[in-house]
Each structure stands twice: as C-alpha cells, then as structure tokens.
C-alpha cells in the first residue's frame, strides 16, 4: 500500500531532480553565450531572454541561437 509519505517522498525528489536539471540547463546555456563571438547587442538580448524565460529562452537558444550567422 502507498502511504503519504512514499508519495511526499518522491514528490520532493522529482522536484528536486527537476531543479537540478533546471540549474544545469541555465549554467551550461550562460556559459555558451558569453563564450560566443556573437556582438555585444545580440549577447545581450539573449541574455534577456534567457533570463526571462529560463527554460524556454535555453532551449531556443541551444536550438537556434548558438548557431546564428553574424
């Protein structure tokens, strides 16, 4: 039988697992973009958007934006 407990339990792991990864995720992209050649206008938007939309903004940029031509 499953008490509340287990499922409290594994509740605050999969949050803290997602935290985690939510960390990584935002690190590894800043990181990426002030390594970047990209100029100093786009860094900066993209760093506006990362910060605004952490997950979402990461992804696109991982995606499209580390790619970009200058």
């Known amino acids: 039988m499953i008490t509340l407990t ?3 339990f ?3 792991f999969f949050r803290f697992i997602f ?11 800043l ?3 002030f390594k970047s050649v990209l ?3 786009t860094k ?3 760093l506006i958007i990362i ?6 903004g990461s992804l696109i940029y991982l995606y499209w934006g580390k790619y970009q031509k200058i």
């Open 6 to 8: 287990i499922l409290l």
């Open 10 to 12: 594994f509740g605050g």
């Open 19 to 29: 935290g985690v990864i939510w960390v990584i995720l935002i690190v590894v992209t």
């Open 31 to 33: 990181l990426d973009l």
């Open 39 to 41: 100029p100093t206008n």
């Open 44 to 46: 900066l938007l993209w």
């Open 51 to 56: 910060l605004v939309a952490p997950i979402f």
